[in-house]
């Protein structure tokens, strides 16, 4: 592989793993791990949660400089688990850049878990959180189907449609709420307020809003300040498409309590 090809290698691995909610820490830490065990001299990293910027001195003595755009995406763990492993393998095992693309290129073709599994632990959580928050057992077994839906929705709208990431949120919160009217309108359920907090958990921007807090706290105050702008921007249009939803409905046909 050219040493043109491996420094791409590198600048590659750094946008799958903070693309995937990685820290821009242990983003950095992964990226400084290959470059040494690729021998790739003078090299220097600087991160921010939407942008890489790389240089270094190539085989040949050249100086080459990587400028990457990161896409605002969703959550991806196994991505960032795996890579950060590869990367001390790189150095433990003397691993080469074509076996290391070989294994970049099995972690973006690998799914951590399948769809069907995914969707029914959205279904799980929307129930138990409705439970958790004081809905009764009917309550919380009508969020599961709707939880299970919600995934079947939002991989519509993210991965086949490509839409922004706001914009699905917007819709999904829509979605669920006016199942979960159409559940009490029915006489299935009990509370809807309870049904939609369960069902609107799996959107809640848990992981963008710790990122943002541990780059504060390291003084990365720019990718912080991006990560809680995306945490907000998130958490507004949940609360938009819930709110417009019920005052619609509650406007329409009347019945619910707001």
């Known amino acids: 592989m050219k040493s043109k090809d491996v420094f791409d290698l590198v600048a590659e691995v750094g946008v799958l793993m903070l693309s995937g909610s990685g820290e821009v820490g242990r983003t950095q830490d992964t990226l400084n791990a290959m470059a040494k065990g690729f021998k790739i001299k003078e090299f220097k990293c600087y ?19 990587r400028i990457e755009v990161v896409p605002v995406k969703g959550t991806n763990l196994y991505e960032v688990e795996t890579l950060n492993l590869l990367s001390r393998r790189v150095i433990s095992e003397n691993l080469s850049p074509e076996e290391v693309k070989k294994e970049v290129d099995r972690i973006k073709k690998t ?11 959205s279904g799980l959580g929307c129930a138990s959180f409705c439970y958790f928050f004081k809905g009764t057992l009917l309550d919380s077994l009508l969020a599961f189907p709707i939880g299970v839906l919600l995934w079947c929705f939002y991989d519509l709208l993210a991965d086949k449609h ?24 029915l006489g299935f359920a009990d509370n809807v307020d309870k049904i939609v907090i369960g069902a609107i958990m799996p959107l809640v921007p848990g992981v963008p809003f710790v990122n943002a807090i541990r780059n504060f706290f390291s003084d990365d105050y720019l990718s912080g300040v991006i990560r809680i702008a995306d945490a907000f921007l998130t958490a507004l249009s949940v609360g938009v498409g819930v ?3 019920m005052i619609v409905w509650n406007t329409v046909i009347g019945g619910i309590s707001l």
């Open 47 to 65: 991160l921010i949660s939407n942008g890489i910027f790389l240089s270094g001195i190539l085989e040949d003595e050249k100086v080459d400089v």
């Open 162 to 185: 490509k839409l922004p990431k706001i914009i699905c949120n917007l819709f999904s919160s829509m979605f669920i709420t006016l199942l979960a009217c159409i559940f009490v309108h």
């Open 243 to 245: 709110g417009t939803t």
């Open 111 to 121: 799914e951590p878990y399948p769809f069907w599994f995914t969707s029914l632990a």
